[in-house]
């Protein structure tokens, strides 16, 4: 399966603290992009780092792409409750869009 | 208001009767897509398009059907729905998928009895 590994697949902190997360494929990484969701809603496109690019910072997100490892993460930090939700990252092709099986935060004041 | 709708958003029925879940995007967006969203699975491919007429396989299309017919809609039919088809289905839109968001629809939960 070309679907990314998402670690961890659930994250508990509180309030202020830092949240990261990484993902990882088996198969090359060309644009990498992440998404959140709140509870089953749709997907909410939050950041997209392109193949040749290391780091790409948004507001309170940041993220690295390794492309020799085939891994991103992604951190978000000074957490609030709103930011309470599953990320999922998305590999991005010519005609696909392939995403990991996503972290499940929960951010408690 | 840039928005994908889906309809309808719930939807419980029964093993074998066909059904159609609707999707339409408003932003003139090339490509068009289908998500199931399983529990521990993540998001899979079901369907893509991208342009009218122009329509092909993702990583789990048996059971499903697509058209496009027109740039706006892509519908998702389930000729013979079974069981194992019940998820959360989610349409995207894109103007390019390499570098740009894909724009979510609301989902809608199929249970198939």
Same mark, same amino acid.
Request: proline share 4%; glycine share 8%.
């Given at each position: 399966?070309?679907?990314?590994?998402?670690?961890?697949?659930?994250?508990?902190?509180?309030?202020?603290?830092?949240?990261?997360?990484?993902?990882?494929?088996?198969?090359?990484?060309?644009?990498?992009?992440?998404?959140?969701?709140?509870?089953?809603?749709?997907?909410?496109?939050?950041?997209?780092?392109?193949?040749?690019?290391?780091? #790409?910072?948004?507001?309170?997100?940041?993220?690295?792409?390794?492309?020799? #490892? #085939?891994?991103?993460?992604?951190?978000?930090?000074?957490?609030?409750?709103?930011?309470?939700?599953?990320?999922?990252?998305?590999?991005?092709?010519?005609?696909?869009?392939?995403?990991?099986?996503?972290?499940?935060?929960?951010?408690?004041? | 208001?840039?928005?994908?709708?889906?309809?309808?958003?719930?939807?419980?029925?029964?093993?074998?009767?066909?059904?159609?879940?609707?999707?339409?995007?408003?932003?003139?967006?090339?490509?068009?897509?289908?998500?199931?969203?399983?529990?521990?699975?993540?998001?899979?491919?079901?369907?893509?398009?991208?342009?009218?007429?122009?329509?092909?396989?993702?990583?789990?299309?048996?059971?499903? #059907?697509?058209?496009?017919?027109?740039?706006?809609?892509?519908?998702?039919?389930?000729?013979?729905?079974?069981?194992?088809?019940?998820?959360?289905?989610?349409?995207?839109?894109?103007?390019?998928?390499?570098?740009?968001?894909?724009?979510?629809?609301?989902?809608?939960?199929?249970?198939?009895?």
């Amino acid at each position: 399966s070309q679907q990314g590994e998402e670690d961890p697949q659930a994250l508990s902190i509180q309030e202020g603290e830092n949240a990261t997360m990484n993902c990882s494929y088996k198969t090359s990484i060309n644009n990498l992009q992440w998404y959140r969701q709140n509870s089953g809603r749709g997907l909410v496109h939050l950041i997209l780092i392109r193949s040749n690019e290391r780091e #790409k910072h948004s507001g309170r997100l940041r993220v690295t792409l390794d492309t020799s #490892k #085939k891994s991103s993460s992604l951190l978000i930090t000074a957490s609030r409750a709103a930011d309470t939700a599953s990320y999922f990252c998305a590999n991005s092709g010519y005609s696909t869009l392939t995403f990991g099986k996503g972290t499940m935060l929960l951010v408690s004041p | 208001e840039a928005q994908v709708t889906q309809n309808p958003r719930y939807l419980i029925t029964v093993t074998g009767k066909k059904l159609t879940v609707t999707c339409s995007q408003n932003m003139n967006h090339e490509y068009m897509s289908w998500y199931r969203q399983d529990p521990g699975l993540g998001l899979r491919q079901i369907y893509y398009s991208m342009n009218v007429e122009v329509t092909d396989k993702g990583d789990v299309p048996e059971g499903y #059907k697509v058209s496009r017919k027109e740039k706006r809609n892509f519908p998702l039919i389930l000729e013979s729905p079974s069981p194992n088809q019940t998820s959360l289905y989610f349409c995207a839109s894109t103007s390019g998928l390499d570098y740009n968001e894909q724009f979510f629809g609301p989902g809608t939960r199929l249970t198939v009895l």
